[in-house]
């Protein structure tokens, strides 16, 4: 119900705008005293609007080359379309994520104003139908009447067996043009095409925009009426003119069947006396109005949206070069606190301060919408929440995440929560999702120069003189001092001696040097105890030495 409730409303802000296109292009072919029909037709485009969730077709030349605003999509909705081995937060966040809200209250009073308006007419109708029940049959010419003495004005009543019911004691001379008016009416379906218009207006009795549009198009309706009669008896325009206005009802009834005196009489008498035959201009007009119908009934041609749930992969320096390893992050339907309330389980480590995180989408096309939001992790607790720079990357599907400084004390390690929140838009359907990571990486405030190295083996951060049990394989990381000098890692075992892992100049930056065997036969990697020097000579000529012992594991 509440996806169809949602449909209604989408329906109804396509046909509203639908509706002001037309508007102007209506008063231009009045201003160019053009056949009303022209007006009809655009009408309808209106009513198929009013009546279709989507359009007739799907075609580059649409007029409407916009998306009506949408009904946020609920998380229920996609959570169910989700595959078997997508990541979704458990607990309290899930219970919340699945669970079915009640329907809105302005459903209701949507729902109470379309049974009261339905109901209104129905009676209205029926009680005309009453009114009538009684009325005698005439007939003259092959043309059948009814008059009855309990109705005021001409109209044509019933849509399967539409009749003709006039006004009793309504002169010859009239009498004759309100027939051929009516039977215009007839003709023209005009009966079943008000009924459905004002059906569908039910739908969207919220909508002043279409209650304007319902005004207009039952002008037209007669208008049309007024062209087909003269048409056939364009030297009759006085007459005609006279019987309009002998037949002018003062206060038509809202929802009336189409009828002879009942809509704008003044402004039709106007156009009666002022007609003229339409030239080839009409026609020319009559094409033009052909394609702009078809192009405000057609939808625009939109990139369809992914039929898979995309997968979004991370991948840091240390998973190797290029695309190589790297991980996949969880992903949830859009839904607020679902993250911050239930961390994910994805907790990646980085070596290096301020590092750069790469992301890879695994569909062809980048989401229409990308926000990122960062978090500080306090004892597991998110904390201020800030927009994170992004930048595209690689190809179509990869951007960069830009890791910065935040706080004023260096040293340590820091996690953070980010949080991807992605909308893919195809018209007005829509996939809203997000993903989230925890990254944990070593202290440095912002805008502070660094004094002494960052030592990180593997994901524990080293202190001078400390140690850590590390695999073969690992990476030991060092962040450099901003200085300019010379440096030099050694290394040794108590069986082996000294062996130089690394050296050159350095003014900051970082080295990471892959741990492996020290003294044994190339391809065994025993459990092995490896003692690190660490060597910096300042141009100044001092000198800085850090130690720290790594225990190496198979």
């Known amino acids: 119900m509440r996806e169809w409730f949602q449909t209604i409303l989408s329906m109804s802000l396509t046909a509203g705008v639908t509706a002001l296109v037309v508007l102007p292009l209506r008063w231009l072919g009045q201003r160019l005293k053009l056949p009303g029909g022209l007006s009809v037709l655009l009408w309808l485009a209106v009513l198929v609007r009013m009546v279709l969730p989507t359009g ?60 009261l308006l339905w109901s209104y007419t129905l009676f209205t109708w029926a009680r005309l139908g009453a009114q009538v029940s009684s009325a005698i049959c005439r007939s003259s010419e092959g043309t059948e009447w009814w008059e009855s003495d309990r109705i ?18 309504v002169e010859a001379d009239v009498l004759h043009w309100v027939l051929r008016h009516e039977q215009s009416h007839i003709r023209l379906g005009h009966p079943v095409l008000k009924l459905l218009f004002f059906v569908a207006l039910g739908l969207h009795w919220w909508n002043p925009v279409l209650w304007l549009a319902w005004f207009l198009f039952c002008r037209d309706l007669e208008l049309q009426c007024d062209a087909a009669v003269l048409r056939r008896w364009p030297a009759y325009r006085k007459e005609y003119a006279s019987a309009l206005l002998a037949l002018a009802s003062p206060h038509p009834a809202p929802f009336a069947p189409p009828g002879f005196g009942e809509t704008g009489v003044g402004q039709r008498i106007r156009r009666v006396l002022n007609w ?110 800030q927009p994170a720079e992004l930048s595209p990357y690689g190809n179509d599907t990869g951007f960069l995440l830009r890791v910065r400084p935040r706080g004023t004390g260096s040293g340590g390690l820091e996690t953070r929560l980010y949080v991807l929140d992605c909308l893919w838009q195809s018209g007005k359907d829509r996939l809203s999702l997000s993903y989230a990571f925890q990254l944990t990486f070593p202290r440095v405030a912002e805008n502070q120069k660094l004094t002494t190295p960052i030592l990180v083996a593997g994901d524990t951060l080293l202190s001078d003189g400390g140690e850590a049990s590390v695999p073969y394989g690992a990476y030991l990381n060092l962040t450099h001092p901003d200085r300019s ?3 030099s890692l050694t290394a040794h075992t108590r069986e082996s001696g000294e062996t130089d892992i690394s050296s050159g100049s350095v003014a900051g930056g970082s080295t990471g040097v892959k741990l492996t065997p020290i003294g044994v036969p190339e391809g065994t990697y025993p459990p092995q105890t490896q003692y690190y020097t660490l060597t910096y000579t300042w141009e100044d000529g001092t000198q800085s030495i850090y130690t720290f012992t790594l225990h190496l594991t198979p």
């Not at 458990?90 to 329907?103: E, Y």
């Not at 001409?154 to 003709?164: A, K, S, T």
């Not at 679902?338 to 290096?352: E, G, M, Q, V, Y």
């Open 485 to 487: 000098g010379e440096v």
């Open 276 to 385: 003229r035959r339409p030239t080839v201009w009409a026609a020319a007009a009559l094409l033009l109005v052909l394609l702009v119908g078809i192009g405000l009934v057609c939808d625009p041609l939109y990139r369809p949206l992914p039929q898979t749930t995309p997968e979004l992969t991370l991948h840091l320096t240390e998973d190797g070069p290029g695309k190589e390893g790297g991980d996949v992050l969880p992903v949830s339907p859009t839904g607020e606190g679902t993250w911050t309330d239930t961390l994910p389980a994805l907790h990646r480590f980085s070596s290096i301060p301020s590092p750069w995180v790469d992301l890879y989408l695994d569909e062809n096309r980048m989401p229409d919408e990308i926000q990122c939001t960062e978090y500080l992790l306090e004892d597991g607790v998110p904390t201020g929440a």
């Open 152 to 169: 005021s004005s001409p109209f044509v009543y019933g849509l399967l067996r539409p009749r003709i019911f006039v006004p009793l004691g």
């Open 56 to 115: 007739v077709l799907t075609a580059p030349f649409s007029l409407l080359r916009w998306s009506a605003p949408v009904v946020e999509t609920q998380a229920e909705t996609f959570a169910a379309s989700l595959p078997a081995d997508a990541a979704l937060p458990s607990g309290t966040a899930a219970a919340a994520v699945l669970s079915v809200p009640p329907l809105p209250w302005y459903f209701w009073v949507w729902l109470l104003g379309a049974v």
